[in-house]
């Protein structure tokens, strides 16, 4: 039996990721002007996904199966959503809380990982996949472009969380000093990226740019 890992450290965390990713899952049903009922689809959706593939792909219970308080959060989430202005939670705000509830899912999700004794690589996958999984399925939902389809650094930000939890859990280090620093550190990496508008390089075809038609300045 792996061993339990819940702990007042990553209950928060867990709670965190939970209603932030299902308060924007509601928030996009919002603003498509849909019913409360798809709003609490795509609360549910976008807060129990990473989750729920993770725990697929490791054999493990899936979370929110046996958690009374998933669901509910989920639900209750879609409720706030849906009574109030949407207009209240535009702008960096919730891009900001997003860093917060991503970076906090790619701790819990690396360290469940790790309990159910899944290799480094793999768990630093799981955690990546906590992360980022749920807002896919709701991008790919509403038929808009995911956020992982730009060079703007947001699985970055998840894979730093996730890398720094295995290493220090596999190190030995105390596990609350563990998640905590790695929280800080993904969560400092995502602010900075927002702020600064950070990104990766996109890949350039080096064929195409050697091109006569690019030497002549033509796109």
């Known amino acids: ?25 509601a928030l996009l049903a919002a603003k498509e002007k849909q019913t409360y009922v798809t709003m609490a689809f795509f609360a549910l959706v976008t807060g129990v996904g990473g989750g729920t593939v993770r725990d697929l792909l490791i054999d493990a219970p899936v979370f929110w199966m046996d958690d009374p308080w998933a ?6 989430t879609a409720v706030i959503a849906w009574v109030t202005p949407t207009r209240w939670w535009e702008g960096r705000l919730l891009d900001f809380a997003d860093g917060a509830g991503l970076t906090a899912y790619a701790v819990l999700g690396s360290a469940k990982a790790v309990s159910y004794g899944v290799p480094p690589i793999p768990a630093i996958l799981m955690g990546i996949i906590t992360g980022c999984v749920g807002g896919i399925i709701r991008d790919v939902v509403a038929g808009r472009p995911s956020i992982i389809m730009r060079p703007e650094l947001y699985v970055t930000a998840a894979a730093l969380s996730a890398s720094m939890t295995v290493a220090g859990m596999f190190a030995g280090l105390a596990n609350p000093l563990v998640w905590m620093g790695a929280l800080i550190a993904g969560f400092g990496l995502r602010s900075a990226a927002i702020h600064w508008q950070l990104a990766l390089p996109s890949y350039r075809d080096k064929l195409a740019t050697s091109s006569p038609e690019n030497s002549n300045g033509q796109d």
């Open 71 to 76: 669901a509910s959060i989920c639900l209750a």
């Open 1 to 25: 039996m792996p061993e339990a890992i819940l702990t007042p450290v990553l209950d928060v965390l867990d709670l965190l990721g939970l209603a932030i990713f299902a308060l924007s899952g």
